[in-house]
């Protein structure tokens, strides 16, 4: 296998997982908030939008046989977990906890997108469509009040380190 198919095949695992964990986040806060309390309607909407980056790296992931990240189950209940319990917080928090992944997501993609240069362009494109995607989420989240969440930047950075975590171990594992 050469390098650019197994660097390829390590971004679409952790990307999948990434997705895949948003839209547990987003399971999280909505079951806490319901679809009536204030940013519901934000939320859903990004968690639509989630759902469908997700389907996509999905059918990547068959049509190249990539082995999808062991860690789902995981990614299944931490995400929902971190989802439920920021909106718990209040709905600052579930928005601090969207521009915090956020972020992290945007700079996860950029580097992906140098690292790629023009090597895997179906791949490179799609990249770029989903960050900046995850860039009108985050200005969204901040737009929303995200920093006047409580102990905005603990919480903010937290959650950071746990997506940088996440995409380490998402990578190979």
């Not at 362009?121 to 200005?139: A, K, N, S, Y």
């Not at 905005?152 to 380190?161: D, V």
Request: charged share 25%; with cysteine; glycine share 6%.
């Amino acid at each position: 296998m050469n390098s650019t198919k197994q660097r390829s095949e390590r971004m679409l695992r952790v990307d999948q997982a990434g997705e895949y964990g948003a839209t547990r986040i987003y399971a999280g806060q909505l079951a806490v908030m319901g679809t009536r309390a204030p940013l519901s309607a934000e939320i859903a909407a990004m968690a639509a939008q989630e759902a469908d980056h997700q389907s996509r790296f999905d059918a990547m992931i068959a049509a190249r046989r990539v082995r999808p990240t062991l860690l789902q189950p995981v990614w299944s209940v931490a995400g929902y977990a971190l989802g439920a319990a920021t909106a718990l917080i209040g709905p600052e928090a579930a928005m601090a906890c969207t521009a915090a992944v956020e972020t992290e997501i945007d700079r996860h993609y950029t580097q992906q997108i140098e690292e790629l240069g023009s090597d895997d362009p179906e791949l490179g494109e799609v990249i770029r469509e989903f960050r900046d995607d995850e860039r009108e989420h985050r200005d969204a989240a901040l737009a929303a009040g995200a920093e006047k969440a409580p102990a905005y930047p603990l919480l903010f950075h937290a959650i950071r380190m746990g997506c940088r975590v996440a995409i380490k171990l998402s990578e190979r594992i």
